[in-house]
Each structure stands twice: as structure tokens, then as C-alpha cells.
């Protein structure tokens, strides 16, 4: 599935390339991370430079293996500087209104068992990460992260998150604050997010003080 590669000592942009030129292609960007898919279309990895919350999700797909609203996780490693790379089973859109109906559900408490059991599980994570984690923000489920799967059936992603705004806010005030909290986070600026959103002068004044900590 994957090449034999060194990844915990690759950093996101090395991982990227690695998938690249061994046949991945480029299907998506989220906030946070990069999508490729496989050469036989049945996976889609994840590289993410920087992504407090997504260890979360990896730890409730662990505890509720085989249930049908999670998708199958095939690989997951760090990367170097704090990055992860994640290879799960390949999801595609589903149609708005029945990923509102999932989302709503997952809301009030309602839907099939299999949903509930994972709202538990995914509650229970919740106060553990938040109990440790700098800048935990908790759950959101919202429609685009309702997805479906090759087989049909519906899955939820990245139920969880960081407050991105007070972390990188917390950046531009002292950077230091931010590399004490998360000690070797070293790729914070690299997400998509910023690059997709931010103006020139707002990544400059993020640079800056980033590389003004020690």
C-alpha cells in the first residue's frame, strides 16, 4: 500500500512527496492537512503538518474499530517536527442533506446505536484531551465532515479540534507560550489554512514571530 519509507523522520513536506512519486494523487485540502489518494482508489492519506486534535480522532477510531460511522484506519505514524501521515479507507462527499440529517443527530442524541456508540466514545475522548491538551476546543461535527464510503455507508472524520484562532493569536502576542505548551511542534505555519487564507502581511507577522522564540 505504501512505499517502505523512513516517515517518522520525514517531515509533512517529504512525506507528500513520497506518496507523489510513488503514484498518490493530490485529491484534496482541508484546513489542517492534505489528501492524496491511492494508486487503486481503495485510500486516502492524510499528511498534516500540524494538527493538535487529530490524535484524538485517530484514538477513537482505535477504541471503536468495525463500527460503521468510522472509517478503517490502515496506517498512522508521526512525522518529524509534529506532523502526522494517517492512510484511511477512501471517503467521498456525501449529499448535503443527509450529511445535515447525520450532523443533527449526532447533536441531539439521536440516529442509529452505532452513532450513539460512537458520540459516547467520542465524549469520553473529549474530556481526556481536554484535561491535556493546550487549546482544545472539543467536538464539532458539522455536515462536511459527513462523509460516505466505497461500501455505501456513512462515516464520520475529524470530530474533534483545537481553538486555531487563540493559538495563532497566542503566536503573534508570544510564540514562546506556544513552544512551551507543544514542545516540537515545529511546522505550526505550514498548515493549509494560513496559506489559503491569509494575506501577505498577515503570514509575514506570523513568521516573524514564530522565529523570534527560541
Keep these: ?3 517502505d519509507a523512513p516517515w517518522p523522520s520525514m517531515t509533512h513536506r517529504e512525506a507528500t512527496a513520497e506518496l507523489v512519486l510513488a503514484g498518490w494523487t493530490p485529491c484534496g485540502v482541508g484546513d489542517w492537512a492534505v489528501g492524496l489518494r491511492s494508486p487503486d482508489g481503495l485510500w486516502a492519506a492524510r499528511v498534516c503538518p500540524f494538527d493538535p486534535a487529530y490524535a484524538a480522532f485517530l484514538e477513537l477510531c482505535r477504541r471503536r474499530a468495525g463500527n460503521p460511522y468510522l472509517p478503517r484506519v490502515a496506517f498512522d505514524t508521526p512525522l518529524e517536527g509534529g506532523g502526522t501521515l494517517a492512510v484511511l479507507e477512501f471517503l467521498t462527499p456525501l449529499d448535503a442533506e ?5 450532523a443533527r443527530q449526532w447533536r441531539e442524541g439521536t440516529g442509529e446505536a452505532a452513532l450513539a456508540e460512537v458520540r459516547r466514545a467520542a465524549a469520553a475522548i473529549d474530556a481526556e484531551f481536554r484535561a491535556r491538551t493546550p487549546w482544545w476546543d472539543g467536538v464539532d461535527l458539522n455536515p462536511g465532515n459527513v462523509r460516505r ?4 455507508r456513512v462515516a464520520v472524520i475529524d470530530v474533534f479540534c483545537v481553538d486555531g484562532a487563540s493559538l ?5 502576542r508570544d510564540a514562546e507560550v506556544v513552544r512551551a505548551k507543544l514542545p516540537g511542534h515545529r511546522h505550526l505555519l505550514d498548515i493549509p489554512y494560513i496559506a489559503r487564507e491569509s494575506t501577505p502581511e ?3 507577522a506570523l513568521r516573524a514571530a514564530w522565529h523570534r522564540a527560541p
Design 1 to 3: 500500500m505504501l512505499p
Design 98 to 102: 443527509r450529511a445535515g440529517e447525520v
Design 149 to 152: 464510503a466505497l461500501d455505501g
Design 202 to 204: 498577515e503570514i509575514r
Design 168 to 172: 495563532y493569536g497566542q503566536v503573534l
